[in-house]
Every structure is written in C-alpha cells, then in structure tokens.
C-alpha cells in the first residue's frame, strides 16, 4: 500500500496499472475561447474517459490494486454518482461485487451509470455524515473494501494521470486548473505538476456555495461544517483532510464561483467544444473567465472532470 499521502512514484504506478483499462483522453482547443479568455487553454477531455468522468482513473486504480483475497470482498463507497459509477465498472473489469451508498436527490443520470455498470445501490439521506455512515455498515455487512471517492491514496494517484498526460502532450505549462468538491482530483493534480514541471501554478475551481476549500486554505485548517448550495451536485462533497494537506504543501490556490458564471461556461463549452461537460467540469472554464488577469498571454491547462448530465433536466433551464 502507499503511503498516506500519495507521491509522484504513486501516480506513476497507477497510470501502468490503468493503462489496460482507461483511456487516453484526448486535448482539445478552441481559437474562440482562447480569444474569450485571453490566454492559449488546453482542455483535457475527461468527460470522454470510460464512465463520462475523470473519476474511473482512481476508482481503477483502487480495484486493481488489491490483492485477490481482498478483492474478492467486493468494494462499497458513497457517491452522488461519478466515483459510483466508476467503482462500479471498475470492479466489474476485475469481476468483483460493487456496493454504492446514494443520497436521496442524486442527478437521475449519474443513478443510472451506476445501475448500468451493475452496483447493488443503497440509499440515504443527502448529507455526508449520513453516506460514510451507511458506507460503514455495509461494510461491515459484507466485508467489503472502502474506496473512498477522494481521500484513499490509490484513488488521489489515479487521478493523478490525468494532468501527468495533459502534461506529458503539451506542458509545460503556466497554470492547471481544476474543479475542487473533496479534492482529490486537485490533489492529484498538484502532485503530478509539482513532480513534471517548474513554475506552473495549480488552481482549483470552487462554487461560491460550496466554497470550503478555499475557506480552508484561508484559514489555515478544514473547515467542512457547511451546507452546499449549488448546481455542481459534483462539488458538494467536503473537503477531505489528505487532500487538505496536499493542497496546502503544493501552494495550491482556489478560485470561487458563482452558479451562474458556471452554468454560461458549460454552455460555451458546449457551443464551441462540441463536448457534453457539466456544471462541475466547466467551472473549471468559468475560474478562469472570471479571473482573466491571472492568466492573461499564458498558457493554460483545464481539466474538464466530466460530462454526465441529465438531458431532461438541463441546468440552465432550470435556471431560467
């Protein structure tokens, strides 16, 4: 097992032991939105990764990095949908049982790529304490493994391998930027960039109404007793104290949000990507709109985390 904060050494062996499983996703780029934004933007396409979001790298990494006996046992975590579906289909590549603890109120099409890949579902109340408690029964239920969605280190180190190959085909770069819920795949981020570049600023992207990263980074210690409000259902999770450390010893910096900002990025991604992203992927897009002296003449990375939305319930329409 690696250590409890992941290394460089950790995001390398999972990028060999997914490679059979993930995909390369490719990097995209748009003239116009390097015109809107005022810098050169280089899009990792994540919602084109297996499952629709960066979250399969760190849930395959897990899976395949247990023994067989462990395995065996199957897995359980909580999820509002990403990790869900990703640890779903990843235990389904090795042939092993899947349990997904759900809130109430999940995004109806993150629900069913969970269901699709063949997870046994339990559901409960929409509040964190509420998920790791259901996540703790069932497994002491079955003895299955506890793959966190973003505090265990081989899931931090998966989803590492996203900025290593965003890096690896076109840094270097001036700056990264990230979506931030429970930071795991900022986290892993600010490891590869630390490890494969000098000088290239890490920012994590952050809704005004879930913004407890950046408050935790202002204060110098967690602070996860809030109530999310917003419509990047990916981000509402708390920010998890592994990650918590990374961020603070890479010098990573947050940059909120509001919703609104988010939701006309998602629509300009759409427009000028031709890339289904959603609300927690484009405020990644948004970050930098909103914040366009900080990155003005650079050239930027942007993982765009997923695209995994309910088609018949789009959030601008909701909005409207």
Request: aromatic residues 4%; contains cysteine; glycine residues 8%.
């Amino acid at each position: 097992m690696p250590t409890l904060l992941p290394t460089f050494d950790d995001v390398l062996a999972a990028a060999a032991r997914i490679a059979p499983h993930a995909h390369t996703t490719p990097v995209l780029h748009s003239s116009a939105l390097d015109a809107l934004a005022g810098c050169v933007l280089h899009f990792k396409a994540e919602p084109l990764q297996r499952t629709g979001a960066f979250k399969f790298r760190g849930a395959c990494n897990a899976v395949w990095a247990l023994d067989d006996a462990t395995a065996a046992r199957g897995v359980v975590t909580h999820s509002s949908g990403n990790h869900g579906a990703a640890l779903a289909l990843a235990a389904r590549t090795r042939g092993i049982v899947c349990h997904v603890v759900v809130p109430e109120g999940a995004n109806a099409a993150k629900l069913a790529n969970i269901t699709r890949y063949g997870a046994h579902l339990h559901t409960c109340a929409p509040t964190i304490a509420a998920r790791e408690a259901a996540a703790a029964r069932v497994q002491a239920e079955t003895g299955a493994s506890l793959i966190h969605p973003y505090t265990h280190p081989h899931v931090i180190a998966g989803q590492g391998t996203a900025a290593l190959e965003l890096l690896n085909a076109h840094g270097p770069l001036d700056a990264l930027v990230a979506p931030v819920g429970g930071g795991g795949l900022l986290s892993g981020t600010a490891i590869s960039a630390a490890a494969t570049t000098m000088d290239c600023r890490i920012f994590g992207a952050e809704p005004e109404g879930a913004a407890d990263t950046a408050d935790s980074l202002a204060a110098g210690e967690r602070r996860v007793d809030f109530v999310p409000d917003t419509v990047c259902d990916g981000l509402r999770g708390a920010l998890g104290e592994p990650n918590f450390t990374l961020l603070r010893m890479h010098a990573v910096e947050v940059l909120t949000v509001p919703d609104a900002e988010t939701l006309s990025a998602m629509r300009l991604l759409w427009q000028c990507l031709k890339l289904v992203v959603e609300p927690s992927s484009a405020i990644a897009l948004a970050a930098i709109l909103r914040h366009r002296e900080r990155f003005a003449g650079q050239r930027v990375g942007v993982l765009l985390s997923g695209g995994n939305v309910d088609l018949d319930a789009l959030p601008w329409e909701a909005a409207a």
